[in-house]
T-cell receptor, first 116, second 112 residues
């Protein structure tokens, strides 16, 4: 069974631009979560989608948004990029048949975003 | 934002020595998960603890959840070079809108 895939793997943008990242979960997984990882702040939860609905949300500004499609694939969008948005963005999928933490989360390789 | 306390931040041990990392929260947790991230890799789920006082073992790894469900630990016995990486705990706090908070991780370095 294929793992979680994320595209693109690397991205360079300039301040003020916007970016869209994509995540394809493991086949059969209905939950997709997004995380931001930086050396200073560590791993921070952005949001979780389940059956095309945002079920949980972290403490990030409204510039960060996401969505999930009927095939469970998810996209994350960041508008008006700032230098501090440079980070590794990870998505994780799980079966999520019950509560959010009921299942193992499988992480993708991440998208490395650099904002210049 | 609030960050779960994970200590130590770094740990260097000789191969064969034991290693322990701790997570502490000021609030009662619904459950806690542990992850390992190898250098250049992505986090890999290790285990989830749910019950008060729960202890789970995976080969040389022992995971504990405190009686009050406010702290947890991961202990590795007789470390090997394959144990190198950063170990994260992720807390699910009760009555906090299902917020998921990761510790900053403990980076383990093994000296040969």
């Amino acid at each position: 069974k294929a793992g979680v895939t994320q595209t693109p793997r690397y991205l360079i943008k300039t301040r003020g631009q916007q970016v869209t990242l994509s995540c394809s979960p493991i086949s059969g997984h209905r939950s997709v979560s997004w995380y931001q990882q930086t050396p200073g702040q560590g791993l921070q939860f952005l949001f979780e989608y389940f059956s095309e609905t945002q079920r949980n949300k972290g403490n990030f500004p409204g510039r960060f948004s996401g969505r999930q499609f009927s095939n469970s694939r998810s996209e994350m969008n960041v508008s008006t990029l700032e230098l501090g948005d440079s980070a590794l963005y990870l998505c994780a999928s799980s079966l999520a048949g019950g509560s959010f933490f009921a299942d193992t989360q499988y992480f993708g390789p991440g998208t490395r975003l650099t904002v210049l | 934002g609030q960050q779960v306390m994970q200590i130590p931040q770094y740990q260097h041990v000789q191969e064969g020595e034991d290693f322990t990392t701790y997570c502490n929260s000021s609030t009662t947790l619904s459950n806690i998960q542990w992850y390992k991230q190898r250098p250049g890799g992505h986090p890999v789920f290790l285990i989830q603890l749910v019950k008060s006082g729960e202890v789970k073992k995976q080969k040389r790894l022992t995971f504990q959840f405190g009686e009050a469900k406010k702290n947890s630990s991961l202990h590795i016995t007789a470390t090997q070079t394959t144990d190198v990486g950063t170990y994260f705990c992720a807390e699910h706090q009760m009555n906090r809108d299902d917020k998921i908070i990761f510790g900053k991780g403990t980076r383990l370095h093994i000296l040969p």
